[in-house]
């Protein structure tokens, strides 16, 4: 990448202070940077390094105080512009490459103008593919699955059959949608399986990470709504709902027929149980379990969960239970309590 | 699908009371069905919905109590016979393809009558396929795998050399069976790799989810007996045992040879040690930790396990150690115990 | 495999006492052993059964002692010996296939000496195969993707562009390297991704097990160091390093930007959060949850972690929570402290 100050203010929507034809082609972290690198300040900490930079502009907010010599470029948020800019220096412009002699597409599936199905990907009967689809090597598509506009499904996926992937996804390699839900009745002798008739419905702008199992509902869907973005090795089972924006991040599971608000945030393997309700906005930390509905706006952790100041006392308070029942026995003794003899206190 | 309910009493083997040329078309819960849909009643607390019910037709319970004038079909368990019904209506005849000229089968492989091999699925040197056995595009099998009748293998499936799957099986996408055990012996600069020479062995009727790994045993076998059904991401480490109709929810994991009895469930994301055996019809709570055997029978739950009862209790005190500590800190004070001063109770 | 007792103590370097001519032909358990077998002594809680032991060889430490009549070998590392021995005896000679016409190269791939290119696997532009190099059926390598000398990937692995695989690795089924790093910032509206610019080195002599997810960095490199050895459907993060010689225990998952040193082993599904620090040598128990960094050489296990013994101890008393709470009120009540009765003791 090379860019003028010019140009980068102009791709991230910023107010310029600096020589507009200065060019950089690198981008550093704030203390790393150099001349010719861009760097950023998101982080309201590291603003004394502003002093000392060298870099050749930052993007900074609205209202940062800057050295004067400094090039700087003024924007409302300079994650988000750094992120742009990002996008802008190392997204090459799409070329389709069409339908690969070596894939394998069901002569009734519809491919849409300007899609890249590379080679031995598979496309099945009646599916059909929107506008600038690409389909990478490995992936599989059912009989009737439907992707939409300018969706990347990444090599080994397999989507199942009459599933709905909406259009600006991203899916990850080895994931694998629409496998059937985990539903059995005991017939006395073994599990008889109950048909999973349903399928998974994946909305705008989603991105599933790698290795995600997502399955069909038993009946009606499994739903991931616009915007959510999963993280790898993420579990939904059938029947779950997943609000708008969520984010599930790696290693959680959800089970069946549970139903997760708008911008809900799981940390990295947090378990959900069935047949519950997560609001608007949760917030659950790593590793903990969720076994009960929880109102919108909560921040909780724990196995099981509690809010979260309260975990964050009470764990430390776990560690510290052998000196507690010793300073119990001690109380009992003093007032002769001599039952407590009878019981372990490890 | 559209069934007359003397079709449906005949399929469920149940005994109609109503109209037997009155015909239904589809399945709904018992508060949506109308006049031409079919539903059940199989948890008793919905019973009182019954006296409202439009239904087409409501399968119930041999002794169950309905409205006269509301046409029922009466059966030993209604979920099962729901089940049967969805597996008559849901299931197409399986017509076999053959193998596809763009699979890729070794010539020594044998393949019996009536198999389907999709394009870009791989069947090794000196494998045999059963009768009207399905392998999915993009499934690998390796040298010498077998595969019994009936069996479907979905896309993407990794079996390993060896490996020997049952008859009427289904492998969900994305599961890799037979990969190399975990094991290595520190040689004083790295960690030497022990050849895992066993195999991965998979008895009748089972049901793997997607994206499980299941790897060989170092010697012997890993071993799934019949009936086994597991839901995704479940991880079975090299030399287990999974007993009979067993249960394993999304995202169990267990360690090297560990046995596991007939019949038992663990939940989600349920750990459970090496080297030891869980009894027959053991439950286990989801997210616990199972760091000891297990004597058959018992339901338990937590990290590590207790029994489930007494889980329920503790897990609502661990919310209440603040409190408690600062009971007994103010207990100690009564009675002048002035070193409490010393200690740090959060 | 059949060997004299002269060619075993060859092969593992020992000191055979017995006959050299004399065959073994199988390897079996101390107790399980016959006159064809060879056996091992690794765990010396087993040393007694040398007395009854009918093995053609035993294996055995140095200063063993053992029966006069036994013919035994003796090694440092009788365990180590074992697995090198069956190294020698199931690791059959390697023969290169080459690029199998079905397989898919790219042109300007670069394919070494002696290269396996199984039917089916795929290797994207620019991508470069050191020598002997096996790539099974189904695998995907994107653009520019490098591997070192005598690696293994097994069917169905896929390897994200610009990633580098050191020499003697192996890597299992159905994993992933190289995915996009989880990062995103909300933009007001939704979550803008912001583009993983890095990749994923992988030195040598790394074993990755099946299901595995290792992202992308989001600039510079996740980085597994030699001799790393990871179990099954383990996760790491964007930016992660992965110490020398480290073990990583199936369904681990390590948060972004974390680094573990040399040495460290994490038991099954333990969790690490992101941007800390573990020292070389740490040992994690089975089912822990990693928050803040680790100072080398600890033993700790829980969630969250604490040392380990202290472990031991207070995982039982979590067990003991309801008796204890009834004793505080116990001696509240004897103290005659009334407000104890406003509380809910569970």
Known sequence: MEFSLGQVAQLVGGDLQGPAERTV????GIEQAGPSDLTFLANPKYAPALESCRA???LVGRAQKTPPELAVIRVDNPYLAYA??????????YEPLGVDSRAVVHPSARIGPDCSVHPLAVVGAEAK???RVVIHSGAVLGRGVS???????????????????????????????GADGYGFVFDGSGHYKIPQVGIVQIDDEVEIGAGNTIDRAANGRTWIQRGVKTDDQVHIAHGCTIG???????????SGSSKLGKGVVLGGKVGVAGHIEIGDGV???????VA????PGQIVSGYPVMPHRLWLRTRSLVKKLPELFKRVKQLEQRLGEDESKERSDG
């Open 25 to 28: 082609s690198g981008i550093q």
């Open 56 to 58: 050749g502009v930052v």
């Open 84 to 93: 742009k800019l990002l996008t802008a220096a190392f997204t090459p412009p």
């Open 129 to 131: 593919l929107g506008s």
């Open 147 to 177: 992707v939409g506009d300018d969706t990347v499904i990444h090599p080994n996926v397999v989507i199942y059959d009459g599933c709905v992937i909406g259009s600006r996804c991203i899916i990850h390699g080895g994931s694998v949608i």
């Open 244 to 254: 708008e924006n969520s984010l599930l991040v790696a290693q959680v599971g959800i």
């Open 283 to 289: 917030q659950v930390g790593g590793g903990s379990g």
């Open 292 to 295: 009960q509905s929880i109102e």
